[in-house]
């Protein structure tokens, strides 16, 4: 169970003062499928890591299992935050580490004693079927077999929730599916709450009951994913459900050779986080 209560987040650079996430509340049962969807900036990734204080909020409350995390000391925290698991865009695993060696560093980490770490380690290769990838460096994976790694390091400590910021925003579409069919068994068969932030309608339709729409740092509605029609009301959420690419029509009779034609918006999500991520 996690519950935000008027959380904010500002961050201050020389470039000014951005307040990253709004006085947001948010609340998820335990065992459930919690999604936050908004366009990049929107305030997702900040918020995603208010719930292990990764990022500490200037205000608000944060309640993991019952227990308050924003007065907990540094010490307590860190165990605390072994039992929240947290998986990446780009995986973030060692290169120089195997597999397992990768996920035995989420043990490590956590302090685990030496004695049980091998058998928690093929356990949580197994959940994600890679146990013969075991001894392979990241470099001889695929980008489906990085995330399963990273999947199994976050469930290596035996966590409650598991963090997820845009799971698949880095693999194809048939991939996609593979991580969140593993997703999928993490939180149905361990039990384990998962809290998917994405910029995929899709990927939060096939997975979470509840979608928290983000925008300017601020949960702007939710949309319940119950099979019933969605109703979007704002704006940004019409827009998030709506993944058509519509191009404006060439005027080949054009003579100015300069002229650009706008696309007429919406143009697709991810060929705009495409341009804003790559430049
Ligand atoms: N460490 C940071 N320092 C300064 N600004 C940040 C930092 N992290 C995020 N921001 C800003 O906060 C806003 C929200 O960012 P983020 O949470 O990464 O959004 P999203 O994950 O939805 O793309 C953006 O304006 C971003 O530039
Ligand atoms: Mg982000």
Same mark, same amino acid.
């Given at each position: 169970?996690?519950?935000?209560?008027?959380?904010?987040?500002?961050?201050?650079?020389?470039?000014?003062?951005?307040?990253?996430?709004?006085?947001?509340?948010?609340?998820?049962?335990?065992?459930?499928?919690?999604?936050?969807?908004?366009?990049?900036?929107?305030?997702?990734?900040?918020?995603?890591?208010?719930?292990?204080?990764?990022?500490?909020?200037?205000?608000?409350?944060?309640?993991?299992?019952? *227990?308050? =995390? $924003?007065?907990?000391?540094?010490? !307590? /925290?860190?165990? #605390?935050? &072994?039992?929240?698991?947290?998986?990446?865009?780009?995986?973030?695993?060692? *290169?120089? =580490? $195997?597999?397992?060696?990768?996920? !035995? /560093?989420?043990? #490590?980490? &956590?302090?685990?004693?030496?004695?049980?770490?091998?058998?928690?380690?093929?356990?949580? =290769?197994?959940?994600?079927?890679?146990?013969?990838?075991?001894?392979?460096?990241?470099?001889?994976?695929?980008?489906?077999?990085?995330?399963?790694?990273?999947?199994?390091?976050?469930?290596?400590?035996?966590?409650?929730?598991?963090?997820?910021?845009?799971?698949?925003?880095?693999?194809?579409?048939?991939?996609?599916?593979?991580?969140?069919?593993?997703?999928?068994?993490?939180?149905?068969?361990?039990?384990?709450?998962?809290?998917?932030?994405?910029?995929?309608?899709?990927?939060?339709?096939?997975?979470?009951?509840?979608?928290?729409?983000?925008?300017?740092?601020?949960?702007?509605?939710?949309?319940?994913?119950?099979?019933?029609?969605?109703?979007?009301?704002?704006?940004?959420?019409?827009?998030?459900?709506?993944?058509?690419?519509?191009?404006?029509?060439?005027?080949?009779?054009?003579?100015?050779?300069?002229?650009?034609?706008?696309?007429?918006?919406?143009?697709?999500?991810?060929?705009?986080?495409?341009?804003?991520?790559?430049?």
């Amino acid at each position: 169970m996690i519950t935000l209560r008027g959380v904010t987040k500002t961050f201050t650079t020389a470039g000014g003062t951005t307040t990253a996430v709004d006085d947001v509340d948010l609340h998820v049962e335990r065992g459930a499928v919690q999604g936050i969807i908004g366009f990049s900036g929107a305030g997702k990734s900040t918020l995603v890591r208010t719930v292990n204080l990764l990022e500490r909020p200037d205000s608000g409350s944060v309640v993991v299992d019952g *227990e308050e =995390l $924003t007065t907990l000391p540094e010490r !307590e /925290l860190r165990a #605390r935050r &072994a039992k929240i698991g947290m998986i990446f865009q780009h995986f973030n695993l060692l *290169e120089n =580490l $195997t597999a397992a060696q990768n996920v !035995e /560093l989420a043990l #490590r980490v &956590a302090g685990a004693p030496k004695a049980g770490r091998a058998a928690k380690v093929a356990r949580s =290769l197994a959940v994600v079927d890679l146990s013969d990838k075991a001894d392979a460096y990241p470099s001889k994976l695929s980008g489906g077999q990085k995330q399963r790694v990273a999947i199994a390091r976050a469930l290596a400590n035996e966590p409650s929730v598991l963090l997820c910021d845009e799971p698949t925003s880095a693999v194809d579409p048939q991939t996609t599916i593979t991580v969140l069919q593993y997703l999928k068994e993490v939180n149905e068969r361990l039990g384990i709450t998962i809290v998917l932030v994405t910029h995929q309608m899709n990927v939060v339709k096939a997975l979470a009951g509840d979608v928290a729409v983000m925008e300017s740092g601020r949960v702007v509605e939710h949309l319940r994913l119950d099979g019933s029609p969605l109703a979007p009301r704002s704006e940004i959420a019409r827009f998030l459900l709506d993944d058509e690419i519509r191009l404006a029509p060439v005027d080949h009779g054009r003579t100015e050779p300069d002229a650009v034609v706008p696309p007429r918006a919406p143009v697709s999500l991810d060929r705009l986080e495409a341009v804003v991520e790559r430049g």
